[in-house]
């Protein structure tokens, strides 16, 4: 009886372990879960918790946040923290030197002592100690012609500055000028200048000296 050679049945056993490899090849393949369209439900689901949580906490924050008051935040910038540092407020006086120094000082000088034989002193001036009255219509409306001060004779014009200082500005520089260089008059409130301003409404010729020492006299 013949016998196949050995090297063919090794051929067959080959075959077959192939065969049985592919087999269980496909079978697990097929096992294998085929790839869905679009994207998974739970981070779906999570993006969609945390979008909720957000909007429903903005709207319950809007409804029981404290509201601005301005007596609230005012009571609590009285209160003092440590170490804060204090704002000191500026005075009438100072903000009046400032009036002073850009409107004022290049006729009267810095120290109040104006040029001789044009412009006048309102250093111990009796004009601008005097009736305040007499000196915000000056201001507002400037002067023109010969006047007397501190027994000098001066004849030049004092410019309008009704149109350009506010009243606040106008009192804060006559409050500077009436308590600065040794003068010692009262000081000029804003309330003051705007009822003059009030009073010579309409009118826009300057003063003369003989006009003002009716005033206030």
């Keep these: 009886m013949s016998q196949k050679p050995d090297n063919h049945f090794k051929v067959e056993q080959a075959a077959a372990s192939d065969d049985s490899i592919q087999q269980v090849h496909a079978q697990l393949l097929g096992q294998k879960p085929e790839k869905k369209d679009g994207y998974p439900m739970l981070p779906l689901v999570f993006l969609g918790v945390m979008c909720s949580a957000v909007f429903f906490g903005s709207i319950y924050m809007a409804h029981n946040s404290v509201r601005f008051d301005p007596l609230v935040v005012n009571e609590h910038a009285k209160r003092e923290k440590p170490g804060a540092v204090k704002v000191a407020a500026v005075s009438p006086h100072d903000l009046g030197k400032r009036v002073f120094k850009n409107t004022c000082m290049a006729c009267h000088q810095e120290n109040g002592l104006g040029v001789p034989g044009a412009f006048p002193p309102l250093a111990g001036s009796e004009w601008a100690q005097g009736p305040e009255d007499r000196v915000i ?22 410019a309008s500055l009704g149109g350009v200082l506010k009243d606040d500005q106008i009192a804060n520089a006559l409050t500077y000028v009436r ?3 040794g003068n010692t008059a009262s000081a000029v409130t804003p309330e003051a200048v705007a009822k003059v301003r009030a009073e010579l409404a309409g009118r826009t010729a300057p ?11």
């Design 137 to 158: 219509r000056i201001v507002l409306l400037g002067l023109n012609g010969p006047i007397t001060v501190k027994g000098q004779e001066y004849n030049s014009a004092m």
């Design 179 to 181: 308590s600065e260089w």
């Design 207 to 217: 003063w003369t000296a003989a006009e003002l020492l009716k005033i206030g006299n």
